[in-house]
């Protein structure tokens, strides 16, 4: 995802075990903002919204 990019739903998918944002706060990451490049498989963290 790039920079700036908004989060969708299609941009998302859950594995376990995982240390990052929990499934259950997936509406508030929907809409939220990318504030650098996320790399494929990388675990979200709320550091990386803006």
Do not use: C, F, N, Y
């Not at 259950?24 to 490049?37: N, P, S």
């Amino acid at each position: 995802m790039a920079a700036g990019a908004v989060v969708t739903r299609d941009d998302l998918t859950w594995k376990r075990p995982a240390h990052g944002v929990s499934p259950r706060e997936i509406d508030a990451v929907l809409g939220k903002r990318a504030r650098a490049d996320i790399a494929e498989d990388t675990v979200l963290q709320w550091s990386h919204l803006e």
